[in-house]
């Protein structure tokens, strides 16, 4: 079967970095989405890899590694406002989304 | 960046009827549309996949006489839900993925997403 491994929860302090995880088993592989979602709100598209490596952009940054069947999205500079879930979702051989179940970012002052 | 609207944002609908959701591409055309659901703190689930001028393909558990998809044009496809009830209240979201072309990356872009209570 098809799956997507992420934490529940993760707690973090503002200003600081924070590492998100996540393991996956799929029927093929066409890349890696994270995505970022407020409580109440659509999910909002933050990254892609479908090659080895890391993606910088701004505070986030997102990791690959195929053979590992793993990926982390790490944001640094941490500020109240990215508060939010994390999905991560990735694209299987028949190109649909398996989506993981989300981690929830909670970000203290 | 690629716009997808939906409408309405919420709907407060009585038990029995049915209620329609519509999501628009604005300035792109949307081969493929998703529709999703979301139950508070849980993952989006898949309820169907519509590709424009073809039947939806529904995801297993989902009644496909009770969900109706209509894709009738490039920008447009809506989400009837027929006879609701309580159990159908929930978080509706629909994406909208564009034509693939070299280098695409297969993104999805979301609607805002609509909120149905059914009482």
């Known amino acids: 079967g098809q799956n997507i491994d992420q934490p529940t929860e993760m707690t973090a302090t503002e200003g600081a970095i924070v590492q998100i995880n996540c393991t996956y088993q799929?029927?093929?592989?066409?890349?890696l989405f994270w995505y970022q979602q407020h409580a109440g709100e659509a999910p909002t598209f933050l990254s892609y890899?479908?090659l080895d490596g890391l993606e910088e952009k701004g505070r986030f940054s997102s990791f690959l590694s195929r053979s590992k069947g793993y990926s982390y999205l790490l944001l640094k500079e941490l500020q109240m406002k990215d508060s939010a879930s994390y999905l991560c979702?990735?694209?299987?051989?028949?190109?649909?989304?398996?989506w993981g179940a989300g981690t929830k970012l909670i970000i203290k002052p | 960046g690629a716009v997808v609207s939906q409408h309405p944002s919420r709907v407060i609908c009585k038990s029995g009827t049915s209620v329609k959701i519509e999501c628009r591409s604005l300035?792109?055309?949307?081969?493929?549309m998703f529709w999703y659901r979301q139950f508070p703190k849980k993952s989006l689930m898949l309820m169907a996949t519509?590709?424009?001028?073809?039947?939806?393909?529904?995801e297993q558990g989902v009644e496909k006489d009770k969900f109706l998809i209509n894709h009738a044009s490039l920008t447009l496809s809506t989400l009837t839900v027929t006879s609701a009830h309580p159990e159908d209240s929930s978080f509706y979201i629909c994406s909208a993925r564009g034509v693939a072309g070299a280098g695409d990356s297969y993104e999805q872009y979301f609607g805002p997403g609509t909120r149905l209570t059914v009482t």
């Open positions: 300035d792109f055309q949307a081969t493929t």
């Open positions: 799929t029927s093929g592989f066409n890349g």
């Open positions: 890899n479908v």
């Open positions: 519509s590709n424009e001028g073809s039947k939806a393909t529904y």
């Open positions: 979702a990735v694209m299987d051989s028949n190109y649909q989304l398996i």
